[in-house]
């Protein structure tokens, strides 16, 4: 089981990464909005360099989606771990013995 500063620090890891999300949203919104104006225009040089951008801007989503989900994959098999205590202690309270699973076939 993590250490209480482990779990603060992935749930600080799991904030910040909502806040950059958030405001690669706004960036991305921005950007679209200038490839189609550009696009208006009939400025492709501009399209181009912003339909790049938006490209470079979109992979980092990408790359932030995936650490959110890392980090909350942590955060649901640490809640895992503490419900399987939990149901320990409520067995050992209750006196019902613990029961080991096994794969026989």
Do not use: C
Not at 37 to 56: C, D, F, H, I, S
């Amino acid at each position: 089981m993590a250490s209480a500063e482990e779990k603060i620090a992935i749930q600080t890891a799991t904030i910040r990464v909502k806040q950059q999300l958030t405001e690669l949203s706004k960036e991305l919104q921005k950007w679209r909005s200038r490839v189609e104006l550009a696009r208006k225009q009939g400025n492709e040089p501009l399209v181009n360099a912003a339909e790049e951008r938006v490209e470079e801007l979109t992979l980092k989503g990408r790359n932030l989606w995936q650490q959110l989900d890392e980090l909350q994959a942590d955060l649901r098999f640490e809640a895992l771990e503490i419900d399987d205590e939990l149901e320990k202690l409520r067995r050992e309270i209750r006196g019902i013995p613990e029961v080991e699973v096994t794969n026989e076939d």
